[in-house]
Nanobody
């Protein structure tokens, strides 16, 4: 029912910035959160950042806090991820996710989300 489409990925150098966008369509009810996860080749999908729609509380992985900022635009039904000071270790396919709140498991775990986008590639070279 919910569809998510990511955009904004690309190839950049260390220290550069990128802005990812996730456009949401479909009907939604109740409280929910949207998040960004990333997955590098051969690795598990890991949490990056999340935001709750009601209250706009934000959550970040330790290794991106201070560099990445997640935000939402309720009128446009979009979530953005501003990524600054990019590092090679940020290289991954980035996925947008949607899920109801409160979440069990918590919103830092992929299992709490019901819908996923197809991903957008971010490559950071040194």
């Amino acid at each position: 029912q919910v569809q998510l489409v990511e955009s904004g990925g690309g190839s950049v150098r260390t220290g550069d910035s990128l802005r990812l966008s996730c456009a949401r369509s479909g009907r939604t009810f109740g409280s929910y959160a949207m998040a960004w996860f990333r997955q590098a080749p051969g690795k598990e999908r890991e949490f990056v950042a999340a935001i709750t729609w009601s209250g706009a509380n934000t959550y970040y992985a330790d290794d991106v806090k201070g560099r990445f900022t997640i935000s939402k635009d309720g009128a446009k039904n979009t979530v953005t991820l501003q990524m600054n000071s990019l590092k090679p270790e940020d290289t991954a396919n980035y996925y947008c996710a949607f899920g109801p709140t409160p979440m069990l498991p918590p919103l830092t775990r992929a299992g709490g989300y019901n819908y996923w986008g197809q991903g957008t590639q971010v490559t950071v070279s040194s």
